[in-house]
């Protein structure tokens, strides 16, 4: 991918939002995971505990770049010392919060397995990302549809 993007002079772009998580599971380091990006996005509020905030890593001109397209396109903030004080704080021990992260989507994935009625394949449940469905039979058979489905869960709490 590097070479195509270099032969035709564009840049390579990662919207790594968890890839962290994708970094623990893996077994990779975050910087050898990344390396053929030239500028990535990395959100702070997913998993890591921040209340909103991302951080973009690259050069300082892909950077300042990549500020300059924000700003055209109305994405600016003021007053965001406050987020950035909580994305410092997010940053010191992700490791423990995205593992933990990761083992609770996956104590999720097999709960979510024991449930007559829910299509899920725990196994597959690799960082904090899960899906399932509903056989259409529970749902067409239950009382107001999924919303009834997910209203006998409440109750089962």
């Known amino acids: 991918m590097k070479k195509i993007t270099k032969k035709g ?24 995971m990344v390396k053929d ?13 921040c209340p909103i905030g991302s951080m973009v890593v690259g050069t300082e001109k892909d950077i300042l770049a990549a500020r300059n397209y924000r700003k055209m396109l109305g994405g600016a903030m003021r007053q965001t010392g406050v987020f950035a004080a909580c994305g410092l704080v997010s940053l010191m021990d992700w490791q423990e919060k995205l593992t933990k992260d990761n083992l ?14 829910v299509l899920i394949e725990p196994e597959l449940v690799e960082t904090n990302i899960l899906r399932f469905r509903f056989k259409p039979s529970v749902l067409k ?17």
């Open 141 to 157: 058979n239950t009382v107001g549809g999924y919303r009834g489905f997910v209203g006998r869960l409440k109750e089962e709490e």
């Open 9 to 32: 002079k564009a840049k390579l772009h990662l919207d790594g939002a968890r890839s962290w998580n994708a970094s623990l599971f893996l077994g990779i380091e975050m910087k050898e």
């Open 37 to 49: 990006f030239d500028l990535i996005s990395i959100c702070l509020s997913k998993g890591m505990g």
């Open 104 to 117: 609770n989507a996956a104590w999720l994935a097999q709960e979510l397995a024991s449930i007559e009625g």
